[in-house]
């Protein structure tokens, strides 16, 4: 019998961030761990994941998901290996995606886990590109924004996780054109030489994002997959052709804003260009998971899709990944892997 761990640590939102997370808003503390219940199972996290709508569960708004509580461990996408089951279906030893992150053990109910193939890629991979955030892409682009064949496509925060597999997603389908935005030159040069972007520019540089944009793509956009807001959707209403479509994901320029931002200044091109600004979330596009697997699984293994990972060790750097990523430190995925 597998002598379980007396106590485990795990992450907790002490205080409301105002403006930028602070270490004092978050405490990392020591809880006992309890064997499952009935149809529950004990997991030892192997990696945690920390992505840009966490920030958003730390304000007490209402929100298409809840706020994340005081006092209480902090959630989020999760993989690891079952130590103990009390659940038919579910073996010690299993591997599992499950919600109970930012923690080193969670018990679990077994119906809000899946089974993973550690065979099919590294466990890590199902928090990212063959996870929620590879779905969020792959339902993005196809679905939400319409993309089809010959499409002029830009991507905003394109070298995270998200972004980049947009873009690998939209040239592997047929783009005219893809075109992603940056944070650093270095980054600028990965999008081109590593993941097969046509173009893109550092937003940063010091030059606007509507004239690098312009000059990226001289032929206009015709969908923009927006993970920044601000400034970049300003700039691809301007680059916008008729007809032209905008999946809204992520707005991650005003998660740390204190005051209300402005809205895009030429919203007005909107109705000429007769444009469709979509928001979405993944959760929505669930039906569409065993499509996904089944592409995104053969683009990997075909070497079409190329995908990174920032991997941060041991729980006690939850908040500096997290940070991390806010300040788009981050390469790829950002992910938190446990000792």
């Given at each position: 019998m597998t002598v379980l761990p007396a106590s485990g640590r795990e992450w907790h939102l002490v205080a409301r961030p105002h403006g930028w997370p602070k270490p004092e808003d978050f405490a990392l503390r020591e809880v006992p761990v309890a064997a499952p219940g009935e149809g529950r199972i004990l997991v030892r996290n192997k990696h945690f994941s920390v992505d840009p709508y966490m920030r958003g569960r730390m304000n007490d708004v209402k929100s298409y998901t809840p706020p994340y509580q005081l006092d209480h461990p902090m959630d989020g996408a999760a993989v690891g290996e079952v130590i103990a089951s009390n659940a038919e279906g579910f073996a010690v030893g299993d591997h599992v995606l499950h919600g109970l992150g930012w923690r080193e053990y969670a018990e679990a109910p077994a119906r809000y886990a899946?089974?993973?193939?550690?065979?099919?890629?590294?466990?890590?991979?199902?928090?990212?590109?063959?996870?929620?955030?590879?779905?969020?892409?792959?339902?993005?682009?196809?679905?939400?924004?319409?993309?089809?064949?010959?499409?002029?496509?830009?991507?905003?925060?394109?070298?995270?996780?998200?972004?980049?597999?947009?873009?690998?997603?939209?040239?592997?389908?047929?783009?005219?054109?893809?075109?992603?935005?940056?944070?650093?030159?270095?980054?600028?040069?990965?999008?081109?030489?590593?993941?097969?972007?046509?173009?893109?520019?550092?937003?940063?540089?010091?030059?606007?994002?509507?004239?690098?944009?312009?000059?990226?793509?001289?032929?206009?956009?015709?969908?923009?997959?927006d993970n920044v807001g601000g400034e970049h959707l300003e700039a691809a209403l301007s680059s916008f052709n008729l007809h032209g479509r905008a999946t809204i994901c992520g707005m991650i320029s005003q998660y740390n804003s204190t005051e209300a931002s402005p809205a895009p200044r030429n919203l007005a091109l909107v109705i000429g260009k007769r444009l469709r600004l979509q928001g979405m979330l993944v959760n929505d596009h669930r039906a569409l998971m065993p499509k996904f697997v089944e592409d995104v699984s053969g683009w990997l293994a075909s070497g079409e899709l190329k995908y990174q990972e920032t991997a941060v060790e041991g729980i006690e750097k939850g908040y500096d990944a997290f940070l991390g990523l806010l300040r788009g430190e981050n390469t790829g995925k950002m992910i938190v892997t446990l000792n």
């Open positions: 899946t089974k993973i193939d550690a065979s099919l890629a590294p466990l890590s991979a199902y928090l990212g590109v063959l996870g929620m955030t590879g779905l969020t892409a792959y339902a993005g682009l196809f679905e939400t924004a319409s993309f089809k064949e010959g499409d002029a496509v830009f991507v905003s925060g394109a070298a995270g996780a998200v972004g980049n597999q947009v873009g690998q997603l939209a040239r592997i389908k047929g783009a005219s054109r893809v075109i992603g935005s940056a944070g650093s030159d270095d980054k600028v040069k990965l999008l081109v030489e590593e993941y097969g972007f046509d173009a893109a520019f550092n937003y940063k540089s010091g030059a606007s994002v509507r004239e690098q944009l312009k000059e990226a793509a001289p032929d206009g956009i015709d969908v923009y997959f």
